[in-house]
């Protein structure tokens, strides 16, 4: 999994897409989370990067009552390791990253974002769940 592959594609967005006008909003940065505390950003609209071993494996976005910290701990279970509070279920870890709520519907555009940039380059599960037409 390269960092630098998803900072990159952020920092993509956030060019073609951010009101730089507008002081107030926090520019999103990624956020690692393996499970050993509570899941950062309660009730913040976001998206998620699924890792499995060194791969980037699924793509995501909440924006519903909950917000991201919801979704993830659905992809998680109690854990039997004394140094994490939780594992996921299915995957190894996850990059999150939430949006100012003046503009969280971002984070809908920002998923179709990552997978269309990271679909060429990582076997992500929902790769062909959307694709664009490049006219």
Not at 12 to 32: A, R
Not at 56 to 61: D, K, N, P, Q, T
Not at 72 to 91: A, G, H, M, Q, V
Request: hydrophobic share 40%; glycine share 6%; charged share 25%.
């Amino acid at each position: 999994m390269n960092r630098k592959m998803l900072d990159n594609v952020l920092n993509e967005f956030i060019e073609l897409h951010w009101n730089k006008d507008d002081s107030s909003l926090v520019i999103p940065i990624w956020t690692h989370y393996d499970g050993q505390e509570e899941v950062p950003f309660k009730n913040a609209a976001g998206c998620y990067v699924m890792v499995s071993g060194s791969e980037l494996a699924y793509v995501g976005s909440c924006l519903g009552q909950g917000g991201i910290s919801k979704r993830i701990r659905d992809y998680l279970k109690p854990s039997t390791l004394n140094n994490r509070k939780y594992e996921f279920k299915w995957y190894d870890s996850v990059y999150l990253i939430a949006f100012d709520p003046k503009i969280s519907y971002l984070a809908a555009a920002f998923e179709f974002f990552l997978i269309n940039r990271l679909s060429n380059d990582a076997p992500l599960r929902n790769k062909r769940k959307m694709r664009i037409k490049n006219e």
